[in-house]
């Protein structure tokens, strides 16, 4: 199992452009989200799914669009690419049901200019 | 509401003194769970255990140790004799049963630095 994967791993956007940051899990979970992490902050969700074609807004879901067309995939797409968004981006993946662990994967450093 | 507080923004010791991480939260829930996450310097984040709310047992894996305490709701995370490679960022979370979205409620983590 690869467990959390999600591309690229770096990566320097230009204020206004869009992009896609991808992830995967192999591990058939239901629920995935997205996080970003700033410096000397902890993790805010931006946007979770509980399963193929539902998804849900989190805490800083604003500039940012998400689908879950798959269960294995959950894309996030900047629409408009803006230097508040220069973060840490994680993906994270977690079985049905409260008990279980999130697995999260490697992240993606986004910085714009 | 459901929180999950870290008091500690960051901690400094010297290598092999004990250290102690708080977490304490607050839950409407009968059942939730309860997680610790480290984040090492090379930005991971790793799963380090999970408790539930029937279990009141205190947990224990090598230097590491976890005090669970339901009338304090307090989750505290021990390292005893620590070392250089324990400094990370650490996470405590929550997880309600009644949660039909899955979500885990972070705290704002504790920065552990371990000194040589």
């Known amino acids: 199992n690869a467990g959390v994967t999600q591309t690229p791993k770096f990566q320097v956007l230009k204020t206004g452009q869009s992009m896609t940051l991808q992830c995967a899990q192999d591990?058939?979970?239901?629920?995935m989200s997205w996080y970003r992490q700033d410096p000397g902050m902890g993790l805010r969700l931006i946007h979770y799914s509980v399963g193929a074609g539902i998804t849900d807004q989190g805490e800083v879901p604003n500039g940012y669009n998400v689908s879950r067309s798959t269960t294995e995939d959950f894309p996030l797409r900047l629409l408009s690419a803006a230097p508040s968004q220069t973060s840490v981006y994680f993906c994270?993946?977690?079985?049905?049901?409260?008990?279980?662990?999130?697995?999260f994967g490697p992240g993606t450093r986004l910085t714009v200019t | 509401a459901q929180k999950v507080t870290q008091a500690q923004t960051e901690i400094s010791v010297v290598e092999k003194e004990d250290v102690t991480l708080d977490c304490v939260y607050e839950?409407?829930?009968?059942?939730?769970?309860l997680f610790w996450y480290k984040q090492p310097p090379s930005g991971e984040l790793v799963f380090l255990i999970r408790?539930?709310?029937?279990d009141e047992q205190n947990e224990i894996s090598g230097r590491y140790s976890w005090n669970f305490q339901k009338s304090t709701s307090s989750f505290n995370f021990t390292i005893t004799a620590s070392q250089v490679v324990d400094s990370a960022v650490y996470f405590c979370a929550l997880s309600e049963a009644q949660d039909s979205n899955y979500q885990l409620i972070w705290g704002a983590g504790t920065k552990l630095i371990i000194k040589p």
């Open positions: 591990m058939n979970h239901e629920y």
């Open positions: 994270a993946s977690r079985d049905r049901g409260n008990s279980y662990e999130q697995y």
């Open positions: 839950t409407r829930d009968t059942t939730y769970y």
């Open positions: 408790r539930n709310s029937f």
